[in-house]
């Protein structure tokens, strides 16, 4: 087995054993009382799965990344649902619970989004590369991620509402086992894209933050207030793209290329800056009991 198709692999069961586990410490309840505010979540939709990655297109033009980098931002900006947004959303002192329903919301759905997004945006960003090295194939893509998204997502879930207990005891664990296969995915792909995310550019770090400015703008284009818990959600939750399903793509479709080496990139960068920007918000915010107890 190439050092490729290992890394192709170890993405896959990381994915799955992430997506387990965060259905095992989610309540139905969140991703159902999120699911019937349908303006919000038509909101939080548009920005995510419109406005992302048509900013993602722009910025990839504007920079005129070379074909297999931007097959590789393109794939990060549509996999929303990070599991980080809710620990961001706690440290910037948002709605926690808000976050953990879109979150869930997002990651499901873009199981099968994603894919469709790719096979139209692809062509755009990639018209260059006269090869079928930026190929999509959407109906592999759709059956790799229901099968390490959505399947173990809805497993963990149903764990969790048969027997909130037994999810309880599990769930301590499988956060353990996620933080370990995810650390090794990340040394695996550094060690083996080295030489190749060394060489990247301050014009590089400079486009993930524009990418980064972008999706913290998306968020706040849809928020109605600008300053309380749930936009606050919204905006952390959009921010935050999921690096784990982009790893499972890029290493299944594009293995050994730069595709890999900037979703690795970006997602290490915007892993550091939003926990860093979330801290400062936290920080920032009055808390909310200390408020109540002055005005009494």
């Not at 979150?103 to 199981?111: C, F, N, P």
């Not at 997602?267 to 400062?280: C, R």
Request: glycine fraction near 6%; aromatic fraction near 6%; charge should be positive.
């Amino acid at each position: 087995m190439s050092l490729d198709q290992i890394v192709s692999v170890l993405a896959a069961v990381t994915l799955i054993e992430m997506m387990v586990s965060l259905g095992l410490g989610v309540k139905a309840s969140d991703a159902v009382d999120v699911g019937r505010q349908r303006v919000l979540l038509l909101r939080v939709f548009f920005a995510n799965y419109v406005i992302v990655p048509g900013a993602a297109v722009a910025l990839l033009a504007l920079f005129r990344a070379s074909p297999l980098v931007a097959a590789g931002f393109m794939v990060v900006a549509v996999c929303p649902g990070a599991p980080y947004a809710p620990p961001f959303t706690g440290m910037a002192k948002g709605n926690v619970n808000l976050s953990v329903g879109l979150m869930v919301l997002l990651a499901a759905s873009s199981a099968i989004l994603a894919p469709v997004l790719l096979a139209l945006l692809m062509p755009i960003v990639a018209s260059d590369a006269g090869d079928a090295a930026v190929k999509i194939n959407v109906f592999k893509m759709l059956g790799t991620l229901l099968g390490a998204q959505l399947l173990p997502l809805s497993l963990g879930l149903w764990v969790r509402h048969s027997n909130a207990a037994l999810a309880e005891k599990l769930k301590p664990p499988a956060s353990s086992l996620s933080l370990a296969l995810n650390l090794l995915l990340l040394t695996v792909i550094i060690a083996a894209q080295y030489q190749t995310l060394a060489e990247i550019h301050i014009k590089g770090y400079f486009g993930m933050l524009c990418l980064l400015l972008a999706t913290f703008a998306a968020g706040w284009l849809v928020t109605k207030r600008k300053q309380d818990e749930i936009s606050k959600s919204i905006v952390l939750t959009t921010a935050v793209r999921n690096v784990g399903v982009s790893l499972v793509i890029a290493t299944a479709s594009f293995p050994g290329t730069a595709a890999v080496t900037s979703a690795t990139a970006y997602g290490i960068f915007q892993t550091v800056v939003v926990a860093l920007l979330a801290l400062a918000w936290g920080r920032h915010t009055p808390d909310v009991q200390c408020v109540r107890r002055k005005a009494a």
